[in-house]
Nanobody, 116 residues
Framework: QVQLVESGGGLVQPGGSLRLSCAAS????????MGWYRQAPGKQRELVTRIFSTAITNYADSVKGRFTISRPDAKNILYLQMNSLKPEDTALYYC??????????WGQGTQVTVSS
């Protein structure tokens, strides 16, 4: 079992920055990939970025060069540094974790709103 709690969302102006955090607890050593998804109103949930236990990362094209995922020392905190935010980044952001042989674990989500 893995529990995930996100924080750090909020309201920011276009061009601004936010850092999201995801605190993981439980069977942390079994996690082999963690990531961030987002869902905007009326749209499907989409993968933003993920990081494997090998430190390999993937990013959606829409956030490349602006967002950075990190998980220092592969421990229990996952970060998403978001720079140069755009109104289209507005969404509910979810943290996920995957362990072998189990469905993905999800956090409750944190709202990011980019607006002037």
């Amino acid at each position: 079992q893995v529990q995930l709690v996100e924080s750090g969302g909020g309201l920011v102006q276009p061009g601004g920055s936010l850092r999201l955090s995801c605190a993981a607890s439980g069977s942390i050593s079994s996690i082999f990939v963690m990531g961030w998804y987002r869902q905007a109103p009326g749209k499907q949930r989409e993968l933003v970025t993920r990081i494997f236990s090998t430190a390999i990362t993937n990013y959606a094209d829409s956030v490349k060069g602006r967002f950075t995922i990190s998980r220092p020392d592969a421990k229990n905190i996952l970060y998403l540094q978001m720079n140069s935010l755009k109104p289209e980044d507005t969404a509910l952001y979810y943290c996920t974790a995957v362990v072998a042989g189990a469905p993905a674990y999800w956090g409750q989500g944190t709202q990011v709103t980019v607006s002037s």
